[in-house]
């Protein structure tokens, strides 16, 4: 089955830098990959997705960016606000199968003032 | 749109009793997935469920297990509970598969002393 491994666990930055997380997967047929964030006592929510036949995706402040040949796509955030501190997953999945999602292990991320 | 309910909120049990948690979909929604979620270890996939029909499971003992009702509500049970078990339990419901936006429910808090 898919296998996804997310980097770093935990991520702390200052206001207005930029923050990036990487994930790999397994799965050369997963096609889909979507992030979700937590933020503390919260329930997780989709943030951004990205499909395999795209490279990159932004929405504001955030873009995702998939290599397929490397099986490894990243998070960018720039400009961190303090609402960005959460924790972040990534997952992976194959969608022509039906498959279960596979999620990281999340990313804690700080921004600090 | 009502969102995604679970119930109970927070339970203590004690080593070796059972426990039945239950989660209430977004209207409309057909898939249930339920996630195991602990420090350090994100989100582990427990299983799917789709019209009333275990779809996808994760690698978790028999003690886990599910049902999915015509509503679409769902149920997990877990049986001859052990201190290991002791996470917050997440269910989300997606329109049609679980790489649909899953929206999830705030969790069940389970205590095992």
């Known amino acids: 089955g898919e296998n996804v491994e997310q980097h770093p666990s935990t991520l702390s930055v200052q206001e207005g830098d930029s923050a990036v997380i990487k994930c790999t997967y397994s799965?050369?047929?997963?096609?889909?990959f979507p992030w979700y964030k937590q933020e503390l006592g919260k329930r997780p929510q989709l943030i951004i997705d990205i499909r395999s036949n795209v490279g990159e995706k932004k929405d504001q402040r955030i873009a995702v960016t998939l290599n397929k040949t490397a099986k490894h796509f990243s998070l960018h955030i720039t400009e961190t606000q303090p609402e960005d501190s959460a924790v972040y997953f990534c997952?992976?999945?194959?969608?022509?199968?039906?498959?279960?999602?596979?999620f990281g292990t999340g990313t804690r991320l700080q921004v600090t003032l | 749109k009502a969102g995604v309910t679970q119930t109970p909120r927070y339970l203590i049990k004690t080593r070796g009793q059972q426990v039945t948690l239950s989660c209430s979909p977004i209207s409309g929604h057909r898939s249930v997935s339920w996630y195991q979620q602990t420090p350090g270890q994100g989100l582990q996939f427990l299983f799917e469920y789709f019209s009333e029909t275990q779809r996808n499971k994760g690698n978790f003992p028999g003690r886990f297990s599910g049902r999915q009702f015509s509503n679409s509500r769902s149920e997990m049970n877990v049986s001859t509970l052990e201190l290991g078990d002791s996470a917050l339990y997440l269910c989300a419901s997606s329109l049609e598969a679980s790489f649909d936006e899953q929206f999830f429910g705030p969790g069940t808090r389970l205590t095992v002393l």
């Open positions: 799965d050369s047929a997963s096609n889909y």
């Open positions: 997952a992976a999945v194959n969608t022509g199968t039906a498959s279960k999602l596979t």
